[in-house]
DNA sequence: GCGCTTTTGTTATATTATAACAATCCTTGC
DNA sequence: GCAAGGATTGTTATAATATAACAAAAGCGC
C-alpha cells in the first residue's frame, strides 16, 4: 500500500505525471478498507458520491453533485447529498471546506487529523496539508488561553505555483 | 490609546472584570480614526451594523443583525446588512467567521493579519488571535508547495477555559 | 445649485442546508 | 424463509444564507 507522499496521491500542485484515474481508484480503496475495518456501511450511494467528490481537486459543491447524479439518473434530491456527505464527513472520508462551502476528498483518512488545505484563488484547486508544525503552533496558542481544541480549521487562500506565472490574466489563457 | 493585551480588549476568555461598554466604545473609536485616516465612510448604518456585531464576543449572524436593524425602526432588507459587512470586512473592522458564517469585530483593525479564531461550542464566544507561530507555520507549509498566500482562515473550534469545567451539561447550567 | 459619485432602498431570486415523515432495504434471530 | 427492527433512502416542504439589478437618495466638489 501507497505510503503519504507517493505519487498516487495528489499532494501538490503541479504534479508531473499526476494519475488521476489512479488518484481516485485510491481514494475508492482506501474508503472501501476504511468502513469495512469500521463495519460502516459505504452504500452505492455513499460510493458515487465519493466518486464525484473526487472527480478533481477542485472541491466540490453540494449542488453540483446532486447534480452530477441526476444527469445520470439518480432520483436524488438535496438530503440525498447532504446525507451522504455527512457520512463520509464523520468518518473523515471527505472534508468541508469551510471558506467555499464546498467539500473535497480527505487524502488521509483515517488518521486523525484536522483538514488544512491550500486553496488556489485562481483555478480553483485544492491540496490538503498534514503540517504538525501547523496543528502544534495552534496547540500552543489555544494552551496558552486554556482553550481545549476540538476540531481545527484552517484553509489558506492564494495563487498555486502553476497559476502564479499566470496571475492577473482570466482563467485559463 | 491601549495597546495589544490591554484589559479593555476581550482577549481572553472569562476575562475578570471585562467592560463590555468600554471595550465597545475602544473598538467604535478605533474604527472611526481608521476611516478618517483612510478616507473611507463610516456611515451612520455602517456605525450601527458594527455596534451591532460588537454587542457580544458571540459573531453575530447577518440576518440577526438584520432583525435588530429592524427592530429599532431601520428600514433594512439584506443588501443594507450585506453591503456594510462587506465595508466593515473590506476594512479590517470585521472579520467573517466561515464556519459558523458570522461576522466577529476585529480586536485589532489597521494591522494587516488574517482572522485567527477560538470559538467556543458551549457558549459560542469566540476570541481572536494574533499569533506570529500560527502565521509562519502556514507560511513554511505554503511555501514548500510554492504557494503564495492571499489569505489565512484559522477557525478553532473547542471549549474555552470558563465552559471546560462546565462540560456535557447543557449551555447554561 | 448642479453634476457626479457613493450610499442606501427595494424587489426579486440564487445558493446552501435541514426538518419531517414515508418507503425501502438490510441484517439478525428465529 | 421470514418477520422484526434498525439503517438508509425517497419525497415534500421550508429554513437560512447571500447576491443581482435597478431606483432613489444622500454626500461631495465645484
Redesign the interface.
Known sequence: MKTRGSPIIFS??GEDGHDHRACVAAALARAGELCARRGARLTKLRRRVLEIVWRSHEPARAYAILDALQGEGYCAAPPTVYRALEFLVAHGLVHRV??LNAYAGCTQPGEAHAG?F?I??RCGGA?E?D?D??R???A???ER?????????????????VC?PKADGPEGP
Do not use: K, M, N
Open positions: 501538490r500542485f469551510e471558506s488544512q491550500l488556489c484563488g491540496v496539508l503540517d508544525r501547523i502544534s503552533a495552534i500552543r496558542g489555544a488561553l486554556g482553550f481545549e481544541i476540538e476540531r481545527q480549521t484552517i484553509e489558506v487562500l492564494g495563487l498555486c505555483p502564479r
